[in-house]
């Protein structure tokens, strides 16, 4: 069975750090762009950042370029998102996705349960 | 960027009617869209991509259709676990990866 299971969410004041994990299996992790995408509360959804399959590729929504960095450990199924400067703004509940092999394939077709991120004072 | 734009923003239907959802992008995205359904409390879920291909285990009853910039997802025979959020979102021209900002499907 494919899952997907986030961590590392949690309250935390504006301008500080925090890592989320996001803990994949039940597929070639390896061979998939991962991803992950954001939602405020009561609002739609927003990507944030994708990694190729080797972790070489990376890509950022404009708003936290320099401030994400998405990595991945292929030997350990999971995909990273580092979050620095945190700003309220930044607040929402952050979803790990599953695309496919190749860009083209950028569907998602396996979501995690998200992991709620509360940047406050 | 490509603007996804979807419309009604709610729509209210009857149990057992269909329901027609509409999804535009701001230049063409030939068949590179997919759909999501979302339930309160839940992660979304993929229902259609490639514009009309289904996921694996979505009933029949849900359909996709349109290419370009003009999409439309089809619910028939709405059932009582339907009633939900709907998203598109485009793939051809990323980053970014772009959504819709949903429509809500309410019981009448």
């Known amino acids: 069975e494919v899952q997907l299971m986030e961590s590392g969410g949690k309250l935390i004041q504006p301008g500080g750090s925090l890592r989320l994990s996001c803990a994949a299996s039940?597929?070639?992790?390896?061979?998939?762009?991962m991803t992950w995408v954001r939602q405020a509360p009561g609002k739609g959804l927003e990507w944030v950042s994708s990694i190729s399959g080797t972790g070489i590729s990376t890509y950022y929504i404009d708003s936290v370029k320099g401030r994400f960095t998405v990595t991945r450990d292929n030997s350990r199924n999971t995909v990273y998102l580092q979050m620095n400067t945190l700003r309220a703004e930044d607040t929402a509940l952050y979803y790990c996705?599953?695309?496919?092999?190749?860009?083209?394939?950028?569907?998602?077709?396996?979501w995690g349960q998200g992991t709620l991120v509360t940047v406050s004072s | 960027e490509i603007v996804m734009t979807q419309s009604p923003a709610t729509l209210s239907v009857s149990p057992g009617e269909r329901a027609t959802l509409s999804c535009r992008a701001s230049q063409s995205v030939a068949d590179h869209l997919a759909w999501y359904q979302q339930k309160p409390g839940q992660a979304p879920r993929l229902l259609i991509y490639a514009a009309s291909t289904r996921a694996t285990g979505i009933p029949a009853r849900f359909s996709g259709s349109g290419s370009g910039t003009e999409f439309t997802l089809s619910i028939s025979s709405l059932q009582s676990e339907d009633f939900a959020l709907y998203y598109c979102q485009q793939y051809y021209n990323w980053p970014p990866l772009t959504f819709g900002g949903g429509t809500k499907v309410e019981i009448k």
């Open positions: 996705a599953k695309l496919g092999r190749r860009p083209t394939e950028g569907w998602m077709d396996m």
């Open positions: 039940g597929f070639t992790f390896s061979n998939y762009i």
